[in-house]
């Protein structure tokens, strides 16, 4: 399930853009309700990974920009290769641990590293980006059933103890990021019927569901319906015009699409192990589909 790294000319109309990575925040988000705030004049951060300019996905990460900024949008882009983004936590990522060369507890590590302020600046200029957006979108090949390693490592880094997990941290629904929108657009090699309900893969919505739902609405983002592009190695350029004009309607609907109804974490539908209670769930649903209102 991967992505070729060149893609034809008809894609590479508008190239992705490198922007600095220490911008400081202005703060302020939606409301954490999921319901559609006003459209106009919104901040939007695109994280982008691919180590080709030339790719699909650099591709569509400039075409998002455009689009956004046409329609009076203020956009910055996280080109993590581009950035030479670190994507292993280690010990240097905490220099001011209190308990110096003992054993790294990482948990305990980026907790104190975040209230102490002494993070590296790289994992505070990306988590003041996010401080700073009303919508997120994530724009990445499906590499191994996952995100590339980069991502993956964005996400190990920035979404540190204290800032998006842990004591005083309440999860699912009403975390450090609640408020704001979060679009996966994703590019993978599978034809969208082997990713379907039926799909020798599973479907396309239960391989996201732990960045979706266990990741990105765990620290209280509204998570949008998915854009995938399937088929991609072989998009051709009449194929190209047709994802163009269906990401543009997505990217339209950005600050006006009904989010998925995850369930948020409270007493009245999880028990204090965190199983959702007997009878709340739709009738016939099961699996992963439990957690959906």
């Known amino acids: 399930m991967t992505e070729n790294t060149t893609q034809s000319t008809a894609e590479n109309t508008t190239g992705g853009t ?23 004049g919104r901040r939007v951060l695109i994280v982008s990974a691919h180590p080709d300019a030339r790719s ?110 842990g004591p005083g941290v309440k999860p699912y629904g009403e975390g450090e990021l609640t408020g704001r929108r979060v679009l996966l657009s994703v590019t993978h090699g599978a034809g969208a019927a082997s990713v379907g309900p039926r799909g020798i893969h599973g479907p396309l919505h239960e391989l996201l569901f732990p960045l979706q739902h266990g990741v990105l609405f765990f620290t209280g983002m509204s998570v949008l319906e998915p854009f995938a592009v399937p088929d991609a190695p072989d998009l051709d350029e009449a194929g190209y015009r047709a994802v163009a004009a269906a990401y543009r309607e997505r990217l339209a609907g950005l600050f006006t699409e009904r989010p998925l109804p995850y369930r948020r974490l409270t007493e009245e539908d999880y028990t ?7 009878g709340r769930e739709r009738p016939g649903t099961s699996g992963l589909g439990l957690h959906l209102a």
């Not at 911008?23 to 309700?33: F, L, N, R, V």
């Not at 996010?130 to 994530?138: E, P, Q």
């Not at 204090?272 to 007997?278: A, F, K, V």
């Open 56 to 165: 699909l996905t650099a591709s569509l990460t400039g075409l998002a920009a455009d689009e956004l900024r046409g329609a009076g949008h203020e956009v910055r882009i996280s080109d993590l290769y581009a950035m030479k983004w670190k994507a292993a936590t280690d010990a240097d990522d905490y220099p001011a641990r209190p308990d110096g060369d003992g054993r790294l507890d990482v948990m305990a590590a980026s907790e104190h590293a975040y209230a102490t302020g002494t993070l590296t600046a790289d994992v505070r200029a990306e988590q003041e980006r996010l401080r700073w957006a009303d919508a997120v979108i994530l724009q990445f090949p499906l590499w191994w059933f996952s995100v590339p390693a980069i991502l993956k490592g964005w996400l190990d880094r920035v979404f540190s103890g204290g800032f998006a997990y």
């Open 18 to 40: 490198t922007e600095n990575a220490t911008e400081g925040t202005t703060g302020g988000a939606d409301a954490g309700s999921g319901a559609a705030p006003d459209s106009r």
């Open 272 to 278: 204090r192990e965190l199983e959702l209670r007997p």
